[in-house]
C-alpha cells in the first residue's frame, strides 16, 4: 500500500522559511520520480518543483526558481522542498507525488505522476 507522510508546512511570515518532508512507502521510492505541486484557495493545482529518481536532475517553476529546493534521501525515502524568501502568493496546499514513466527527468505534467500525497497546508502571512 503505497503511502505518504507530508509535513512542515505552517504559518509564517513573508520572508520566511519553511522546510517540507514527504516519507514514502510502498513502493520502490528510489526508481520514481518525485514533484512536488500546489493549490491554492479557487486556483487549480500547479507544478513547483520534480526531481529524478536519482537526485542528478532537478526541475522548477519560474515563479519559485532561486528561492526553492527540491532534494531527496533515497536511503530514508523521502523527499524535501525547501523554501526560502516566502510570499505571500505562496500559500497554498503542497503535494508530494511520484512518477515511475519519467523517473529519468521528472516531468512537470501532473498526468505523469502514478501516487499523491494528502498535501499539507503552507500560510505566508503579509
Known amino acids: 500500500q503505497v503511502r505518504f507522510v507530508e509535513s512542515g508546512g505552517g504559518l509564517v511570515q513573508a520572508g520566511g522559511s519553511l522546510r517540507l518532508s514527504c516519507a514514502s512507502s510502498?513502493?520502490?521510492?528510489?526508481?520514481?520520480?518525485m514533484g512536488w505541486f500546489r493549490q491554492a484557495p479557487g486556483k487549480e493545482r500547479e507544478f513547483v518543483a520534480a526531481?529524478?529518481?536519482?537526485?542528478?536532475?532537478?526541475k522548477y517553476a519560474d515563479s519559485v526558481k532561486g528561492r526553492f529546493t527540491i532534494s531527496r534521501d533515497n536511503a530514508k525515502n523521502t523527499v524535501y522542498l525547501q523554501m526560502n524568501s516566502l510570499k505571500p502568493e505562496d500559500t497554498a496546499v503542497y503535494y508530494c507525488?511520484?512518477?515511475?514513466?519519467?523517473?529519468?527527468?521528472?516531468?512537470?505534467?501532473?498526468?505523469?505522476?502514478?501516487?499523491w500525497g494528502q498535501g499539507t497546508q503552507v500560510t505566508v502571512s503579509s
Open positions: 507525488a511520484a512518477s515511475w514513466s519519467t523517473r529519468f527527468y521528472a516531468s512537470l505534467r501532473q498526468s505523469d505522476y502514478d501516487y
Open positions: 510502498g513502493f520502490t521510492f528510489s526508481s520514481y520520480a
Open positions: 526531481i529524478n529518481y536519482s537526485g542528478t536532475s532537478q
